[in-house]
């Protein structure tokens, strides 16, 4: 089992302006990412923009990134969707790129039971050899991974982690409480990463860590040292930065962002938009606090 970082950024898909994947583009992000402070690059997630990615789009997405950033980075592709079928078919092709690892989100739309979840979910790992990583999101899927039902799939060989984002502190600490130790709990929000890890939870795949990586880093390595009062503060500093990048669904508000900082990612696909004008204003208004980790690419 190769060692998971404690910071994964979730990648946004850059758009050339005909709304085509820029691959190369893509590479280079990826590589500033890791030199702004993540541990791995997950591809083809949210923020990715998944559900507008054709299956060659994203296979060839995960051969790239993967291929740029080489044995010494993580790279997890996104492969689940609500089908249990086609979740397996892709995690099994996305195997044959390279990839290290694999998130798998909650079926969405058609609202499983915890039994249907839990059938869902060991037959993506039973039919491949990646480490999975679930990724629980009810404000997105309408439907809750429960903390029974991650402690069951916890016993499942390759499922190894959860990217809890359901906000509910008190069903990451169940959680937590009962899974085997090695099971790794990751913050799936940007503003619940220093709650998470203080409950023993393991890291983050993060959204703003595209602008400010490094300092999440620091807040995350002073946490574990013991120094939580200067976590906390990097934490408080940080959230107006977590309500500008998620004033609107995301990814828009990232990538608008990272377009004006003059990192050239592109438009988002449709249904997603740009942002209005009193939207943008307000994120331009929050960026001017910050101090931007991300070198030019």
Request: aromatic share 6%.
């Amino acid at each position: 089992m190769p060692e998971f970082p404690r910071l994964l950024t979730a990648m946004v898909t850059p758009f050339d302006d005909r709304e085509q994947v820029d691959y190369a583009q893509a590479r280079k992000l990826a590589r500033a990412l890791v030199k702004s402070g993540s541990g791995g690059i997950l591809v083809s997630g949210t923020t990715g923009e998944a559900p507008t990615l054709s299956i060659p789009e994203k296979l060839r997405l995960f051969r790239e990134i993967k291929e740029e950033l080489g044995a010494g980075v993580m790279v997890v592709a996104g492969t689940g969707n609500y089908s249990t079928s086609e979740s397996i078919e892709l995690t099994r092709e996305a195997e044959k790129t390279g990839v290290d690892a694999c998130l798998l989100t909650v079926p969405y739309y058609n609202r499983p039971t915890q039994e249907g979840l839990y059938r869902h979910f060991k037959a993506i790992a039973t039919s491949c050899n990646l480490p999975c990583i679930m990724y629980n999101v009810p404000s997105r899927t309408s439907c809750n991974l429960a903390a029974e039902t991650v402690i069951r799939l916890s016993k499942v060989d390759n499922i190894i982690a959860v990217k809890e984002a359901s906000a509910n502190l008190h069903q990451i600490s169940e959680i937590i409480q009962g899974v085997p130790p090695e099971f790794l709990v990751y913050s799936g929000n940007d503003g619940d990463t220093l709650h998470v890890m203080a409950l023993g939870g393991y890291g983050v795949v993060g959204v703003i860590t595209h602008l400010v990586g490094l300092q999440t880093q620091d807040m995350m390595n002073k946490l574990l040292a013991g120094k939580t009062k200067e976590a906390a503060a990097i934490h408080r500093h940080l959230l107006p930065m977590v309500d500008a990048m998620f004033v609107v669904a995301n990814p828009i508000p990232l990538k608008f962002a990272m377009n004006h900082l003059g990192f050239r990612v592109g438009p988002t696909r449709l249904p997603l938009c740009e942002p209005d004008e009193k939207t943008a204003a307000a994120i331009l208004t929050a960026l001017k606090q910050f101090t931007i980790d991300l070198a030019a690419f």
